[in-house]
């Protein structure tokens, strides 16, 4: 059995996971919050609820995104590889307060996190392809 590696994850009221895929699967089990995880089926991208105890499993390479629409915190447990772990290690920073999301990444953080993924083997989707999945990055 291939070594898993399990982390905590929050995704703050009002903040996207855009557009992504990589060859690690991963799999979340919602602790707290309600969020939308985007899925591929066979008619395209789909949207799917997930909300405590529910469980979202991404196959290696699908693409997928998260959206928290809701006034609150997200919590989930995700459960991968260790290359996922150390990708997080790689370009996470602790957020001001502790744990509260303050300001949009600046321009420099983006750059980072977009040559680090690349050095992963990660694909990140453009503007363009998040928009054609309802996904702005732009902020409000």
């Given at each position: ?12 009221p ?81 957020i ?5 999301y ?39």
């Amino acid at each position: 059995m291939a070594n898993l590696a399990s982390m905590r994850g929050t995704i703050p009221p009002g903040v996207i996971v855009p557009l992504h895929s990589h060859a690690d699967p991963e799999t979340f089990i919602q602790i707290s919050g309600e969020i939308e995880g985007l899925s591929q089926s066979p008619e395209g991208f789909v949207w799917v609820s997930i909300r405590p105890g529910d469980i979202f499993h991404v196959p290696g390479g699908a693409k997928h995104a998260f959206r928290n629409l809701s006034a609150e915190a997200a919590v989930m447990i995700l459960v991968s590889t260790p290359g996922i772990g150390r990708f997080f290690r790689d370009v996470g920073k602790p957020i001001a307060g502790g744990n509260r999301y303050s300001d949009p990444p600046s321009a420099d953080a983006i750059q980072y996190f977009l040559r680090t993924a690349a050095a992963y083997g990660y694909w990140n989707a453009t503007p363009e392809e998040n928009a054609s999945v309802g996904l702005s990055l732009t902020p409000p």
